[in-house]
């Protein structure tokens, strides 16, 4: 039996996978040590546990696990990157080059920075929302100490060629740092050739426990720094300070091995779903706009819009599907999408722009009952739209209020 309402906002967050959870547990309860505790066997058994779960987080991504720093998440993740390399590279130059579609905690990050003195370019990206490699080598000049390119967005889904740019980011002595939350555990990815300096990833994106996540920082010779972002203790080799979130932390490296196992089989499986999904859509409703390259894109992502379509209004007439309009994380404000911007969208179409995000839990009887609401319910808009003859702006209020 179909179980409403259904969970269509993967790229948001995904569900703790239950053999995440039963991995979690017994650390809330008979082994809840501090992993920094030396002295007795509950500490030595929370050390041991953080320890696995460090070489299972290696080993989906290929590097040493040493170079695994644990965080309470990607967008720290990231803040730690980003601020500590260029805390400790200002010396050497105050430029840092990014994208204009990379998640809040890169761009916020980044107009922090730009406020205390650094120099920030924005990389255009193209129609299809993937930047140029190009692009970033012509903009570095010899103040360049980062670039931060996302491995893929989070909203229109899209894979950017990050070991191309990384590879001229080594050429040029510049250091590459990516946002790979998106990425990790949904395509396979490789650090084995040690082009990309540092990365950051997030456990609540590949169906482990929210509010722990991990940076990765090259061992390799010559040596990566980064200034600590946080005082108060020497965990993870001084550079993130607190004490371990051990149950997390046990949870996001059991979600790491259950991807290893999985990531081909499941990214093929859901990328059939999400064909699905919009041949489906495609076949009731004429007109579909795809955003994002749709070869060159995540296997659970699907960012569509649909002239004449209030996004919000069709939204809300089919609560029983999570989906998000534009970006989950801008949604709570009004301003427009900063990726569809990019992409350059116009205004009108952004509006009727829609996410869906498919992922491991999602079955195909539920995308066939996706696709019959959406197809019925954009056919009513449309007619109403019609009927109220005031063009591609549907009665919002009508539909937006609970
Ligand atoms: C979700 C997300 C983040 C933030 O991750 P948290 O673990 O929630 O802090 C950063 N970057 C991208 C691309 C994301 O999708």
């Known amino acids: 039996m179909l179980k409403l309402p259904i969970y269509l906002d993967n790229n948001s967050t995904t569900r703790v996978d239950p053999e995440v959870l039963e991995a979690m547990l017994p650390y809330f ?17 929370a050390e041991a546990a953080v320890q696995h779960a460090r070489n299972l987080a290696a080993r989906l ?36 080059i990014t994208t204009e579609i990379e998640h809040e905690a890169v761009l916020d990050t980044c107009k922090n920075l730009e406020r205390k003195g650094f120099d920030v370019t924005y990389v255009k990206v193209n129609e299809s929302g993937i930047v140029d490699p190009g692009e970033i080598e012509r903009a570095v000049n010899d103040k360049t100490i980062l670039v931060s390119v996302m491995y893929a967005n989070n909203e229109i ?15 040029h002595k510049v250091l590459f740092h990516t946002d790979a939350t998106q990425a990790i555990g949904k395509i396979p990815v490789d650090l084995s050739d040690h082009n990309i300096d540092m990365l950051s990833f997030s456990s609540h994106k590949m169906y482990g426990p929210k ?8 061992g390799k010779l010559p040596r990566v ?20 979130n051990v149950p997390g932390i046990v949870g996001f490296g059991k979600a790491c091995e ?3 196992k999985v990531i081909n089989k499941e990214a093929e499986r859901i990328s059939l779903l999400r064909d699905r999904l919009l041949n489906g859509i495609i076949s009731g409703v004429k007109d579909v706009k795809v955003n994002g390259d749709i070869n060159n894109r995540l296997p659970g992502n699907l960012n569509i819009s649909i002239p004449g379509i209030d996004a919000d209004s069709l939204m809300m007439s089919m609560k029983d599907i999570a989906v998000s309009t534009g970006s989950a994380c801008s949604s709570e404000s009004v301003e ?7 992409i350059g969208l116009d205004k009108k179409l952004m509006r009727s722009t829609i996410r869906f995000g498919i992922g491991r839990f999602n079955t195909e009887e539920e995308i066939e009952y996706v696709i019959n609401k959406v197809n019925e319910k954009v056919k009513y808009l449309l007619s109403i739209n019609t009927l109220s003859g005031n063009g591609s702006k549907t009665k919002k209020g009508e539909y937006a209020e609970n």
């Not at 309860?29 to 058994?45: D, L, M, Q, V």
């Not at 950017?160 to 080594?170: S, W």
């Not at 509010?211 to 090259?218: C, D, I, R, S, W």
């Not at 427009?336 to 990019?342: E, F, G, N």
Request: glycine share 12%; net charge neutral.
């Open 157 to 171: 889904g899209t894979i950017q060629p990050v070991n191309e740019i990384a590879k001229l980011c080594k050429e």
């Open 61 to 96: 991504i290929n590097c040493e696990p040493r170079d695994i720093i644990f965080t309470s998440g990607a967008t720290e993740s990231v803040n730690l990157a980003i601020k500590g390399a260029a805390e400790m590279y200002r010396a050497k130059g105050n430029h840092i």
């Open 258 to 260: 259950i991807s290893a």
């Open 225 to 244: 720094r980064i200034e600590p972002q946080t005082d108060g203790g020497a965990q993870e080799k001084g550079l993130r300070a607190g004490t371990l």
């Open 211 to 218: 509010g722990v996540g991990a940076l990765y920082k090259t």
């Open 29 to 45: 309860t008979e082994s809840y040590g501090n992993a920094s505790s030396k002295s007795h066997e509950f500490g030595w058994a």
């Open 336 to 342: 427009p999408s900063h990726v569809l911007s990019a």
